[in-house]
């Protein structure tokens, strides 16, 4: 059964933050980061859909995913200033009915559909998903397999759903979100053409970060991050 949005708040415009105690991991870049331009979409809240099995065989790694990109809103909650910007979780079945789960996600407008890290992206899914960004999170897994979660990554994805029988697609649930919300906060606006071109600037500077507040930080110095989360470098 879907379970109900979870709408927290995340910082846009993070570039003018003041009073962050954060410290990046990595010397500063020589120029801000600039995003490809294109015009602004969003309407100030980012809805990312996802979209994976909460049924059959691979539920558990469904339900691991759930888990990682709702630790990954409230790491971010936790560790924000000034929270101006919402975001909204949608959490759709991929092992369903798949034409109803896209029309159910466009129909409440999502910015970016997340798909599943175990299952390749249907060759045919951006073409349902109206004007949002879609990224595969098989992307983030090394070699095509999702990260093996440690013993103190497992124990904080527990936190969000005790009941969780696999961390598989955990890890890259989580960074999904996390490198969401940076593209949004590098390009100002929450629409999916912005998310889709701020994207590869997460991961395309010097300035190594791993954590919300890290990467924050080094944007608000005008510093051109890489983020590097739980699956660690993708650039």
């Known amino acids: ?3 109900r949005p979870l709408i927290v708040a995340v910082l846009l415009g993070a570039l003018t933050l003041t009073g962050c105690t954060s410290t990046p991991a990595a010397a500063p870049s020589p ?3 600039t995003a490809p331009t294109v015009a602004h979409s969003g309407d100030g809240t980012m809805v990312i859909g996802t979209l994976f099995p909460m049924t059959g ?3 558990g790694s469904g339900a691991a995913q759930v888990a990682g990109t709702e630790l990954a809103v409230r790491d971010i909650l936790a560790e924000q200033a000034i929270p101006t910007q919402p975001v909204q979780l949608i959490h759709r079945n991929s092992a369903g009915d798949l034409a109803t789960a896209y029309a159910d996600l466009v129909a409440r407008g999502v910015d970016l559909v997340l798909w599943d890290a ?3 992206l249907p060759a045919d899914a ?3 998903v109206g004007s949002a960004a879609v990224v595969a999170l098989g992307d ?3 070699g095509g397999s999702p990260l093996a979660a440690d013993e103190a990554f ?3 994805l527990k936190t969000a759903d005790p009941g969780l029988a696999s961390t598989d697609g955990g890890a890259e649930a989580y960074d999904g979100v996390m490198t969401a919300a940076l593209a949004a906060v590098i390009t100002g606006d929450d629409g999916g053409a912005s998310l889709e071109a701020g994207w590869p600037q997460v991961i395309s500077g010097r300035a190594v970060c791993a954590s919300w507040g890290e990467c924050v930080f080094a944007l608000s110095e005008k510093q051109i991050v890489d983020y590097q989360g ?3 470098a993708r650039s």
């Open 1 to 3: 059964m879907p379970r």
């Open 31 to 33: 120029t801000p980061t």
């Open 57 to 59: 065989d691979n539920a």
């Open 118 to 120: 175990t299952t390749v």
């Open 126 to 128: 951006e073409g349902f």
């Open 140 to 142: 983030f897994a090394n």
């Open 154 to 156: 497992t124990a904080r």
């Open 230 to 232: 739980i699956t660690g």
